[in-house]
């Protein structure tokens, strides 16, 4: 079958990178069903991710990685979705993070070079922690309920965290709360076997459930003053081009479902026909409608990474341009998935196929920041002014 996706590999590099991909979407993919029923993470996936020092890939050379790019990393993602989109989702979190403090050098270079480290050495494993309960999506403006209360040196933190991708494997938790003496939204970089840290595991939901997106539970957290390493708004960059792993993982989503659509179309035949239904006319339709919106999809999302790559001066004006992709590419992907549950009819719905499983997972990109209505007004009120 055609690969839709090597067509984006344009060198020897790439190749090797996307051949990591490859072998832990090949682990991922061994799993689903187990991540699926328990709503956990593989440990054994996480292995074979760090095994493939697939966490230090986007640290600088000089830190120990591999200067991934915008472009590689989307490539990279892609391709582990179409083993498992929670897998895909749960360590783009974490490859983004690292790019994004790359970047942004938003840490005390000594802070950062003693993460950077951990990870290149160790391939130790983080995320950022900020949705709550009463706030929502951080992208919303919600102030966290999550307190950081100064107690001399030290500060002491206490809150609930959803959403909480991985919570359980991580190495490290970056931490948003309301820092009460500096009237600021801060980061706190928390190692997680410091007491007073539990996870409450309330993660059941209809989709992306291997991403283990457990509860994590802050109980008067003793931090040092040190360990508060951001402050929200200080030294960022407004455009976030590492946020395109979203939809590059409901892509690859798509890709999956698309790829089995086809395969089922080849080699079902009903007694009512004397060929498979790969060669009647609306399941060709439909097959030809999964295709160019792919291609659509792959030629929006891959052009914006390399636009982010090659212009960096320009990367503060690209806002609108990575929001409007996540918007195209998660509701293409969608549209996707939905045409090729059309393809395998009601045996899509079986558990015994991955259909269900692609349907459920891939409407999750719907509710991943940003949201479709919060782009549509931003790109209305861009066009107006």
Same mark, same amino acid.
């Given at each position: 079958m055609h690969s839709i996706l090597e067509t984006w590999i344009k060198n020897e590099r790439q190749q090797q990178l996307f051949d990591k991909a490859t072998r832990i979407a090949a682990?991922?993919?061994?799993?689903?069903?187990?991540?699926?029923?328990?709503?956990?993470?593989?440990?054994?996936?996480?292995?074979?991710?760090?095994?493939?020092?697939?966490p230090s890939l986007a640290l600088a050379k000089k830190d120990g990685g591999e200067d991934l790019s915008l472009y590689e990393f989307l490539?990279?993602?892609?391709?582990?979705?179409?083993?498992?989109?929670?897998?895909?989702?749960?360590?783009?979190?974490h490859v983004g993070v690292m790019m994004e403090l790359t970047d942004d050098q938003l840490w005390d270079p000594q802070t950062f070079?003693?993460? &950077?480290? *951990?990870? +290149?050495?160790?391939?130790?494993?983080v995320n950022r922690m900020a949705t709550e309960p009463a706030t929502g999506s951080p992208t919303r403006g919600g102030v966290p309920e999550t307190k950081a209360v100064r107690d001399g040196g030290q500060y002491i933190v206490s809150g609930r965290k959803t959403f909480a991708s991985m919570v359980d494997h991580l190495d490290y938790y970056i931490v948003s709360a309301y820092v009460e003496d500096l009237d600021q939204v801060g980061w706190f970089l928390i190692d997680r076997h410091q007491p007073g840290i539990s996870v409450?595991?309330?993660?059941d939901t209809l989709g992306m459930r291997g991403t283990g997106s457990h509860d994590l539970v802050l109980d008067r957290v003793v931090l040092h003053e040190t360990d508060l390493v951001e402050i929200k708004g200080e030294g960022k960059?407004?455009?976030?081009?590492?946020?395109?792993?979203?939809p590059a993982c409901y892509l690859g989503i798509a890709v999956?479902?698309?790829?089995? &659509?086809? *395969?089922? +179309?080849k080699n079902f035949q009903p007694n009512s026909l004397d060929t498979t239904i790969s060669e009647v006319s609306h399941i060709q339709d439909k097959i030809g409608q999964m295709e160019w919106k792919l291609m659509q999809a792959h030629s929006y999302l891959y052009s914006v990474a390399r636009k982010w790559d090659e212009e960096p001066e320009n990367r503060d004006q690209i806002g609108p341009e990575l929001a409007a992709v996540k918007l195209a590419v998660t509701n293409a992907a969608n549209e996707v998935v939905d045409l090729a549950m059309r393809i395998a009819g009601g045996r899509g719905l079986s558990k015994h196929n991955?259909?269900?499983?692609?349907?459920?997972d891939v409407r999750a990109g719907l509710h991943n920041p940003p949201m479709d209505d919060a782009v549509v007004s931003m790109l209305a009120k861009r066009a107006l002014q």
């Amino acid at each position: 079958m055609h690969s839709i996706l090597e067509t984006w590999i344009k060198n020897e590099r790439q190749q090797q990178l996307f051949d990591k991909a490859t072998r832990i979407a090949a682990e991922a993919k061994k799993h689903v069903e187990t991540t699926d029923r328990k709503a956990d993470f593989s440990p054994d996936t996480l292995k074979v991710i760090k095994e493939e020092s697939y966490p230090s890939l986007a640290l600088a050379k000089k830190d120990g990685g591999e200067d991934l790019s915008l472009y590689e990393f989307l490539l990279l993602q892609e391709k582990i979705a179409e083993g498992d989109g929670a897998v895909a989702l749960s360590i783009g979190w974490h490859v983004g993070v690292m790019m994004e403090l790359t970047d942004d050098q938003l840490w005390d270079p000594q802070t950062f070079q003693k993460l &950077a480290k *951990e990870v +290149a050495d160790e391939q130790k494993v983080v995320n950022r922690m900020a949705t709550e309960p009463a706030t929502g999506s951080p992208t919303r403006g919600g102030v966290p309920e999550t307190k950081a209360v100064r107690d001399g040196g030290q500060y002491i933190v206490s809150g609930r965290k959803t959403f909480a991708s991985m919570v359980d494997h991580l190495d490290y938790y970056i931490v948003s709360a309301y820092v009460e003496d500096l009237d600021q939204v801060g980061w706190f970089l928390i190692d997680r076997h410091q007491p007073g840290i539990s996870v409450d595991y309330t993660w059941d939901t209809l989709g992306m459930r291997g991403t283990g997106s457990h509860d994590l539970v802050l109980d008067r957290v003793v931090l040092h003053e040190t360990d508060l390493v951001e402050i929200k708004g200080e030294g960022k960059s407004s455009a976030k081009g590492w946020l395109l792993h979203i939809p590059a993982c409901y892509l690859g989503i798509a890709v999956a479902a698309r790829n089995d &659509a086809i *395969e089922f +179309a080849k080699n079902f035949q009903p007694n009512s026909l004397d060929t498979t239904i790969s060669e009647v006319s609306h399941i060709q339709d439909k097959i030809g409608q999964m295709e160019w919106k792919l291609m659509q999809a792959h030629s929006y999302l891959y052009s914006v990474a390399r636009k982010w790559d090659e212009e960096p001066e320009n990367r503060d004006q690209i806002g609108p341009e990575l929001a409007a992709v996540k918007l195209a590419v998660t509701n293409a992907a969608n549209e996707v998935v939905d045409l090729a549950m059309r393809i395998a009819g009601g045996r899509g719905l079986s558990k015994h196929n991955p259909f269900e499983k692609y349907y459920r997972d891939v409407r999750a990109g719907l509710h991943n920041p940003p949201m479709d209505d919060a782009v549509v007004s931003m790109l209305a009120k861009r066009a107006l002014q």
